[in-house]
């Protein structure tokens, strides 16, 4: 039991650290979030609580099976069939040089590894992780050819790869090696492999066809169906049929969104669930492998390097040399594939060396390989240890290290453009699925520009449907909008625009705060409130104008809270709340300080527009008009507030909520239609809104 509720632990803490490692990753862009998390494992394995090992079965099963298929499933299926034959021959072809020839110069090199072990390294290693090889493909815009060529071969050289490795570490195990056996072997594990994938993928959606035929349609079983799909598929190809689970969930997975029964395919609600948990799963897979394998390098690192074998730059230069080995193989075989012209490619020479190397660089190694090299077995059958087994992981970790710094340091000297390297754990809506390209025209908006327009249409439409029986739901969801509103605002605008903005903004609330203030010093001095909520409204206008000045503070400065305005602050709150026992009078006089300030402030403004020494151009219609729906907002609550019924609130914000949607559904519309913005643009935006009518509707129901 003890061993066990430490195994939770571990995988709490792990996750916890992957979460930890996304919030770097967003302050800490040009790094990859591969090595962030390497680091952190890292980090774990020092502090001397966390030593961890998994047999390679289950790593296979945890790890590799649930990767392939997420991959599989996302690839675009229309290129990868358009270059079936290219992609084919090189995950194959390229995937067994790498593993003959890559072994075979690492067994030069590094003659203490055996030769069958090099050649598993070298099989291992062959692995691209496919998200990132996309991303720098598309950021380094290499030619089409290029891009899906490499593209594809990164998702079938996961299976290629895992099997050469397979049977290369079988040699080292049983010490024999038959080319003969192992051709036919391969021919047979790679064909059922592939039938059976197919099979098990359909037949699994024909259980699901049946099953919402005969009223089983919860969204949440479905979708847990479809999660145990690929652990299924690899179990039963691997254990019952003896072929190969890796190359069954990736056929699978390549072939799950094909053939779709009707019940199935025309349940938008069970797809967006399904690829969201997907999504959730696959970037906790991949953080774990990252976390294991940096939580690994500490004991390898120990056992290499202060042996008497090897020294510490020895090593080094074992794993830079076997990263060299690899890229070079990789560099070639593309620059002879841009030369030699086949039914894809007419050949051309001109740039070729430069695509060739771009191609290698963007070849980055990620949890497939890790997955495999950490699954090497500690002892060998006889009980002896594995060989070189520690070599043969620190060399692997610095190949994934040295790849993705690689990539981070030269692809911007090569590609200038190439942007953050972004792999299987960062966010997937990076790499879309069958995506068309869409040429970018100047007219088009970009995402945030037309974000911002069916944002400012929701509050166009809810001031037209405002009414004196609703009008607290209808600014209260204004207000709501016009925060969004503000905050895209603040993203669009370079820093130049941003400070201008902020600069009037300052403006506008300082001439509605000290409106504010002397609406207070009148209702005091006509005796209309007394002293306590006349001290209590002064403090409140004081804090509105210090918060007015922290507003060209950096966001980090302004989340800094002063703890004596807190304490300062709960005194009086708490003061005037027992005042509001001991009298009515107070608490009438409180509300009347509120509600009179407010409209003080929305007349101020209005007054300074009207000033004939304020330059109008000069004045941000938009800050005013969220002013004074803020204002109007206040002035609302406060007078509702005796009799105010919540249910019937509730109610007329959830109507108004339908309407503002409905508004910005058909914005998008108007957009695509006039040509102001993509198709891909405008499916993300009905996504967003079709989200947060669900979220409404949710909502209603839980009501």
């Known amino acids: 039991m003890i061993l066990y509720v430490h195994i939770i632990e571990i995988i709490i803490v792990l996750a916890l650290l992957i979460l930890i490692s996304n919030v770097i990753s967003h302050y800490l862009p040009a790094i990859p979030l591969s090595l962030i998390q390497i680091v952190l494992g890292l980090l774990t394995s020092l502090s001397g609580q966390f030593q961890i090992n998994l047999s390679q079965d289950w790593f296979l099963l945890v790890f590799i099976a649930p990767l392939l298929y997420t991959d599989g499933r996302r690839f675009p299926k229309r290129e990868l069939w358009r270059m079936r ?13 790498t593993t003959i020839v890559g072994g075979y110069l690492i067994y030069q090199i590094i003659p203490k590894i055996p030769l069958a072990e090099a050649f598993a390294l070298a099989a291992i290693l062959s692995p691209t992780d496919p998200i990132a090889v996309q991303s720098i493909a598309k950021r380094a815009k290499l030619p089409d050819s290029i891009l899906h060529l490499v593209s594809g071969e990164s998702l079938i050289n996961d299976a290629s790869g895992l099997v050469a490795f397979k ?21 047979y594990i790679g064909v059922i492999g592939i039938i059976a994938g197919i099979i098990l993928s359909r037949a699994l959606d024909l259980i699901q066809e049946l099953l919402l035929r005969n009223g089983v349609d919860d969204v949440v079983f479905h979708t847990a169906i479809q999660l145990v799909s690929p652990f299924l ?3 039963v190809i691997e254990e019952v ?4 689970g890796v190359i069954g969930v990736v056929a699978a997975g390549v072939t799950t969104q094909f053939g779709k029964t009707p019940s199935v395919e025309y349940r938008p609600e069970l797809r967006v669930v399904s690829s969201t948990t997907w999504d959730v799963l696959n970037y906790l897979l991949n953080g774990f492998v990252f976390m294991l394998l940096g939580n690994a390098l500490p004991r390898a690192m120990e056992n290499v390097i202060e042996g008497d074998r090897f020294s510490t730059v020895q090593a080094l230069s074992y794993a830079f040399l076997t990263w060299l080995i690899i890229l070079l193989i990789r560099i070639i075989w593309s620059y002879i594939y841009m030369i030699f012209p086949n039914k894809k490619n007419r050949g051309q020479k001109k740039g070729a060396f430069r695509y060739a190397l771009l191609a290698g660089l963007s070849g980055v190694r990620g949890a497939v390989t890790m997955a495999g090299i950490l699954s090497l077995p500690l002892r060998m059958p006889s009980g002896a240890p594995f060989p070189e087994r520690d070599l043969v992981l620190f060399i692997a970790s610095g190949v994934v290290i040295f790849s993705l710094l690689a990539a981070v340091i030269t692809l911007p000297l090569v590609a200038p453009n190439s942007g953050p390297i972004i792999t299987r754990g960062n966010s997937i809506d990076k790499v879309e699925e069958d995506e068309e390209e869409e040429e970018e025209l100047p007219q088009y908006l970009t995402e945030n520009e037309a974000y911002l327009i069916i944002v400012q249409t929701a509050v166009s439409r809810l001031n037209e449907k405002k009414t004196p029986k609703n009008q607290r739901a209808a600014y209260e969801l204004m207000l709501d909008y016009q925060n969004v509103e503000r ?21 506008l609330r300082e001439v509605a705060i000290e409106g504010e203030r002397k609406a207070i010093e009148r209702l005091y001095n006509n005796k209309q409130i007394g002293e306590t909520i006349y001290q209590d409204s002064l403090y409140r206008i004081e804090q509105e104008d210090k918060n007015t000045g922290r507003l060209t503070e950096l966001p980090k400065l302004r989340i800094i809270l002063d703890l004596r305005s807190i304490k300062r602050y709960f005194h009086r709150f708490f003061r005037a709340r027992r005042s509001d026992h001991e009298s009515t009078v107070v608490l009438k006089e409180a509300r009347l300080a509120e509600r009179e300030s407010a409209k003080a402030a929305i007349k101020a403004l209005s007054r300074y527009v009207s000033r004939d020494d304020v330059d ?24 509702g507030k005796s009799n105010f019924q919540f249910a019937e609130y509730q109610k007329q914000r959830s109507r108004l909520q339908m309407v503002a949607l409905g508004a910005q559904r058909a914005s998008v519309q108007s957009m695509l239609e006039t040509g102001r913005i993509t198709r891909k643009d405008a499916t993300k935006l009905r996504t967003y809104i079709n989200y947060s009518e669900n979220a409404l509707t949710m909502d209603i129901d839980a009501k």
């Open 487 to 507: 905050q895209i605002s603040m993203e669009i605008r370079d820093d130049d625009q941003v400070e201008k903005a902020l600069e009037q903004e300052i403006v």
């Open 167 to 187: 049977y290369a570490l079988a040699a080292v195990i049983t010490g024999t090696f038959s080319l003969t056996s192992a051709t036919g072997n391969f021919i």
């Open 85 to 97: 034959g290219p992609i084919l021959g090189n995950a194959i072809l390229l995937v067994f040089l």
């Open 233 to 235: 598929i690899y179990i």
């Open 616 to 639: 109008k151009t000069k004045i941000n219609r938009n800050t005013i008009y969220h002013l004074v729906i803020m204002y109007r907002n206040r002035i609302e609550r406060l007078k």
């Open 241 to 244: 049929l003896h072929a190969s």
